[in-house]
């Protein structure tokens, strides 16, 4: 069982920075995704970032040249780089590894807020 543990969230001013870390328990270099996803407190679950196996990243549009989204997978660590923070990035982070097709599961952290003050 694959175990995810987000840290890093807090409250900064806009146009701050923060890093989001989420580390695993175990190797999962044998998965096929790994994103972070966001939720609001009015709408709902928004995919941020992910990569796959070959390393192709994509984001959301609304973060494009702000957020970068690292592995480490020597670390198990996937990060999450925000910069140039908006109020509306206030959100509940969530890390998320795809794992269906290699082990029939997808895992979840339990989330770390981050808070955007203007």
């Known amino acids: 069982q694959v175990q995810l543990v987000e840290s890093g969230g807090g409250l900064v001013q806009a146009g701050g920075s923060l890093r989001l870390s989420c580390t695993a328990n175990?190797?999962?270099?044998?998965?096929?995704?790994w994103a972070w996803y966001r939720r609001y407190q009015e709408t709902g679950r928004e995919r941020v970032a992910v990569?796959?196996?070959?390393?192709?990243?994509v984001y959301t549009d609304s973060v494009k040249g702000r957020f970068t989204l690292l592995r480490d997978n020597e670390k198990k660590v996937l990060y999450l780089q925000m910069n140039d923070l908006k109020p509306e990035d206030t959100a509940v982070y969530f890390c998320?590894?795809?794992?269906?097709?290699?082990?029939?599961?997808?895992?979840w952290g339990r989330g770390t807020l981050v808070a955007i003050s203007s």
């Open positions: 175990r190797d999962t270099s044998d998965c096929s995704g």
């Open positions: 998320n590894v795809d794992c269906v097709r290699t082990r029939g599961d997808d895992y």
């Open positions: 990569t796959i196996s070959d390393g192709y990243t």
